[in-house]
């Protein structure tokens, strides 16, 4: 089959590889009928996050057709089944499982000694995503191996495009995870920055759980004209001062919530020298994160509120603000999305019309034509916001 | 070329059977190359200042030639990273840099003055190719005044936001008496 794999730093290349197979009795095999590029793949693009080799499929955005199961996958799953993938895969059945701590499973990383060592603890195995979670094939390709498949999945129904479904995958529940995690209430200013697909569903999503005022920054006239489509007020940090624009919002007082949806690769730009510097002892190993955004947010931030955090961070970070982090009482939440725990939900939401996530995408090419839309959508050329591949 | 990426696949995942393109230009492996010699050449000159001044009868500017060594080896750093165009384009200062320092050596009475005019020969030699490889890896991001398409139509909202905003807002009314779980705030 064609497959979208990895082979270094910016080198992602549509190779042919072998079909997946079934390895154990709990795995299913899908046809993959769409697939997207999302901005957690440009931190491997870029080999920011360690653990990549040579030879990886790439994807973990993804649905399709069930094409055969494992004898124990007793009935959840059958051949001909519509199904969309959670990036996390999860057993169901673990502690953390049972708490709807999905992307914490305790069961589903194979090479849990590696993360073991790296983080503490492993965390659940997801596709298509470094070998210190589990190093699985993605779903960039034209068939895709589900294990524990039996939990591991979302069923939509028939009549609904991919294209409303599919970002059931990652970046739905992930805006939805970092909105609902700030405990949202009628008065509150939620300010978000990044206007990627992930800071898009979260704007949204801001607003559908109620948020007074929702303000996006990003610097990309395209995202900013989209951010302020679905309800948001917005601040272009290129041209304009963050600090002060969030303080005029708020009169003076800050924004109540802030979310983090750009992460580990801030934008660098001579105007923000912490950012330089940052750039800098990446380059020699010395910083393994850019944290902008995380130093903005807690300065910003109303004595009291909540961060949260759904941008990649890698390794460490330095100078962030602990002080004013601790003494304003802030509450930082964070994590890689639990995307089962709100699936329910929001496949309802997508049903009663109430959203339409598919707003989001502004291309959608053959897959072969991915490894040309990985550097279309890093160079953020031709106003490109979601790419999806179609195999 | 792909029995080391095979070879340590878990059993049963896909293997690579036939290569697709690389996107990577030649113009790619001129950066590599050029990033590698600056590292090589900034080691030397930060760790046997010595050797480059004897060779070039420049003795007494070892310190000079350090901090050379350490402005090479940043270079080269930032030319093996992604951003290889900012890094081409240090190395191309740099080229001019070393070529001052190089032409301020020249004087008559320097018995290497032979070596010196090669090593002048070199650094035009190499900014060229530095040149060349900065010129063609110009990032391809749009420059920030280019015409862009925006999304002004693109809410999200089949029902527009002011449905989803007075939905929202019946739901809080509704659940403004509650405690929510865990929030021991109680706030009115
Ligand atoms: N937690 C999860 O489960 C999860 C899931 C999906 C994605 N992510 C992460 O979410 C982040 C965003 O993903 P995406 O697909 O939207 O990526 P993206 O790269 O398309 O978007 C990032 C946006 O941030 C903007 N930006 C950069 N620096 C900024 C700054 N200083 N202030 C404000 N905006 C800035 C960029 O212009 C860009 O529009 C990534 O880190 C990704 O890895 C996390
Ligand atoms: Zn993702
Ligand atoms: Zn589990």
Redesign the interface.
């Known amino acids: 089959m064609k497959a979208l794999v990895w082979h270094g730093k910016e080198d992602i290349r549509c190779d042919t590889v072998t079909d997946p197979e079934i390895q154990d009795p709990r795995d299913a095999i899908i046809k993959v009928t769409s697939c997207a590029i999302c901005g957690s793949d440009l931190h491997l693009f870029h080999n920011f996050i360690p653990g990549m080799l040579p030879g990886d499929i790439m994807g973990h955005e993804t649905m399709g057709e069930v094409v055969e199961v494992g004898s124990g996958v007793d009935g959840k799953l059958k051949k001909g089944d519509r199904i969309v993938v959670p990036f996390t895969i999860i057993c169901g059945e673990c502690e953390q499982c049972k708490r709807g701590n999905f992307s914490v499973c305790e069961t589903t990383n194979r090479k849990r000694h590696l993360a073991d060592k790296v983080f503490g603890h492993a965390t659940a195995g997801l596709f298509g995503y470094t070998h210190l979670t589990g190093g699985y094939p993605g779903g960039q390709a034209e068939y895709l191996r589900v294990p524990y498949a039996d939990a591991t999945h979302i069923k939509v129904p028939a009549g609904i495009p991919d294209e409303q479904l599919l970002f059931l995958s990652d970046i739905f529940p992930t805006g939805w995870q970092a909105a609902a995690q700030c405990d949202i209430e009628p008065t509150d200013t939620v300010a978000i920055w990044g206007c990627g697909p992930v800071g898009q569903m979260a704007i949204r999503s801001a607003i559908l759980l109620g948020a007074n005022q929702v303000i996006a920054i990003d610097c990309l006239p395209e995202r900013l004209s989209m951010a302020e489509a679905g309800g948001a007020t917005t601040i272009n940090f290129e041209t304009e001062s963050v600090l002060e624009r969030l303080q005029e919002l708020t009169d003076g007082k800050g924004p109540e919530k802030c979310i983090d949806c750009v992460g580990m690769e801030s934008h660098v730009m001579a105007s923000l020298p912490d950012t330089l510097l940052d750039r800098a002892k990446q380059m020699v190993m010395a910083e393994s994160d850019r944290p902008h955004v995380l130093r903005e947010m807690i300065y910003v931030c109303r004595p009291g509120g909540i961060i949260s955090v759904p941008g990649v961070y890698s390794g460490l970070s330095d100078m962030l603000p602990m002080g004013a982090f601790m003494n304003k009482g802030l509450t930082m939440r964070t994590g890689q999305t639990h995307v089962n725990r709100w699936t329910d939900d929001l496949l309802r939401r997508i049903e009663d019309g109430e959203i339409d996530p598919s707003f989001v995408i502004t291309h959608t090419v053959p897959l072969e034509q991915g490894p040309e839309m990985y550097q279309v959508f890093r160079d953020k050329r031709d106003s490109c916001v979601k790419v999806v591949l179609k195999p | 070329m792909?029995h080391?990426?095979?070879i340590?696949?878990?059993?049963?995942?896909?293997?690579?059977?036939?290569?697709?393109?690389?996107?990577?230009q030649p113009v790619?492996q001129l950066a590599r190359a050029l990033g590698w010699f600056s590292i090589g050449l900034g080691v030397v000159e930060l760790f046997a200042p010595r050797r480059v001044t004897e060779t070039l009868g420049m003795e007494g500017h070892e310190t000079l030639v350090r901090s050379f060594g350490i402005r090479e080896i940043m270079a080269g750093?930032?030319t093996l990273?992604?951003?290889k165009n900012a890094g081409l384009w240090a190395r191309v200062g740099g080229d001019g840099l070393d070529a001052a320092a190089l032409l301020s050596g020249l004087t008559a009475d320097n018995p290497k003055k032979g070596n010196i005019a090669l090593a002048l020969l070199m650094v035009g030699g190499i900014a060229m190719l530095d040149y060349r490889a900065a010129q063609d890896t110009k990032?391809?991001?749009?420059p920030?005044d280019a015409r862009?398409?925006?999304?002004?139509?693109?809410?999200?909202?089949?029902?527009g936001?002011e449905s989803?905003?007075s939905?929202?807002?019946q739901?809080?009314h509704a659940g403004h008496n509650e405690v929510?779980q865990g929030d021991a705030r109680r706030v009115p």
């Open positions: 792909f080391f990426s095979n340590v696949r878990t059993k049963g995942d896909p293997k690579i059977v036939e290569g697709g393109p690389s996107l990577k790619d750093i930032m990273s992604v951003e990032p391809r991001r749009p920030r862009r398409k925006l999304y002004p139509n693109r809410s999200g909202f089949p029902k936001i989803v905003r939905a929202a807002r739901i809080a929510k």
